[in-house]
């Protein structure tokens, strides 16, 4: 018997939490390489950036969120951490079960940013790379991240931003709207995602906005550091003692 082809799921800037799962779904299978071709190879350079701020340390605790297939979670685990890598999407969870499920201290659970299923004070660090902007109450996220962390743990956030110098903004928009649109239609299983995942970036708030809004959810000592000329902004903070 024939079976017809899921329609792509294409979510959109009201960002409705099954849509978005959905179309993450859709992709999870060829989602790592499928970025890696995209960003010219510079995720792995964001990840271990990413990795290095978190600073992970044996038998510490940490909360990956929007971990998708796992890569981030499997390098935060490589220091003796132990990593729940948590992801809204059903099929990047199943993914990750499938390529890292022999990791001994790594785990994974489907998880909403904005309800987290954990207990107050929980991580010692929690950490989202790319997914804070796919979140439809991303303030509310923040408070959640908030809550599962110990007084004096840590937040990293890695996330698209706003480029700062004027002439590599301009060639960032061109790759943006020219290039990324038909790359995307060869190397990715549902090329009308990365169209969304493309105006998503576009509507997110630069760095400075970003930065207010972890301040104001109760976290101290905020700061930010541009990766790749603001392409990526790398947030970190600490939950007050």
């Known amino acids: 018997m024939m079976t017809t082809p899921a329609e792509p799921n294409r979510a959109d800037l009201g960002k409705d939490p099954a849509r978005v799962s959905g179309m993450f779904d859709q992709v999870a299978k060829n989602y790592d ?3 890696t ?4 190879g510079n995720d792995q350079l964001w990840r271990a950036a990413t990795t290095k701020a978190v600073a992970p340390r044996r038998n510490e605790r940490i909360l990956d969120l929007a971990a998708g297939t796992g ?3 499997v390098a935060l685990a490589a220091s003796g951490a132990v990593v729940v ?3 809204f999407s059903p099929g990047m969870i199943a993914e990750g079960r499938r390529r890292h ?3 001994q201290n790594l785990s994974f659970t489907e998880a909403d940013a904005t309800a987290l299923p954990f207990a107050d004070n929980e991580f010692d660090a929690v950490t989202i790379s790319f997914g804070l902007r796919n979140v439809n109450e991303p303030k509310k996220a923040l408070a959640e991240m908030l809550r599962v962390t110990r007084p004096g743990g840590r937040l990293v956030i ?5 480029p700062t110098p004027r002439a590599f903004a301009g060639l960032y928009r061109f790759y943006s709207d020219r290039v990324l649109p038909r790359v995307a239609k060869t190397v990715s299983s549902n090329a009308e995602a990365y169209d969304y995942l493309n105006e998503s970036i576009k509507n997110w708030p630069d760095q400075h ?3 207010a809004w972890i301040r104001a959810s109760g976290w101290t000592d905020v ?3 541009n990766l790749t000329f603001g392409i990526v902004a790398l947030h970190r903070a600490v939950k007050p003692l």
């Open 37 to 40: 071709v995209l960003s010219l």
């Open 85 to 87: 890598a948590a992801d």
């Open 223 to 225: 700061a930010h550091r």
């Open 33 to 35: 390489r499928t970025n």
């Open 209 to 211: 906005t970003l930065a």
């Open 71 to 73: 890569a981030s979670s």
């Open 101 to 103: 499920g022999d990791v």
């Open 158 to 162: 890695a996330e698209f931003s706003h």
